[in-house]
């Protein structure tokens, strides 16, 4: 079982940045790819970013691609995401997940979900 707590949303101004925190509970963490997703009002839950457990490898969606960057310590088994230029579309709550699964790396099969955090980005 892994527990998942996001921190770090808010209210920012477009064109600023925020970094989002992830952390888990457990001590298997490495074992785990993680994810960021986001929900915006009225829309689906969208796939961000992902990160291998072990070795870095990261995926973005299109929309972030060279403004966000996926990182993680496992020492302290927290996953973070910067999210830099920020838009006005990027409001949304922003969820972490974790799986050991194939998939991850699309945001498929995510076997842990965090309760989210909001981030407002104001024009």
């Known amino acids: 079982q892994v527990q998942l707590v996001e921190s770090g949303g808010g209210l920012v101004q477009a064109g600023g940045s925020l970094r989002l925190s992830c952390a888990a509970s457990?001590?298997?963490?490495?074992?785990?790819?993680m994810d960021w997703f986001r929900q915006a009002p009225g829309k689906g839950r969208e796939f961000v970013a992902a990160?291998?457990?072990?070795?870095?490898?990261?995926y973005y969606a299109d929309s972030v691609k060279g403004r966000f960057a996926i990182s993680r310590d496992n020492a302290k088994n927290t996953v973070y995401l910067q999210m830099n230029s920020l838009k006005p579309e990027d409001t949304a709550v922003y969820y972490c997940?974790?799986?050991?699964?194939?998939?991850?790396?699309?945001?498929?099969?995510?076997?842990?979900w965090g309760k989210g955090t909001l981030v407002t980005v104001s024009s």
């Open positions: 997940a974790a799986s050991d699964k194939s998939g991850w790396s699309r945001g498929d099969n995510m076997d842990y």
């Open positions: 457990g001590r298997t963490f490495s074992s785990y790819a």
């Open positions: 990160i291998s457990g072990v070795g870095g490898r990261t």
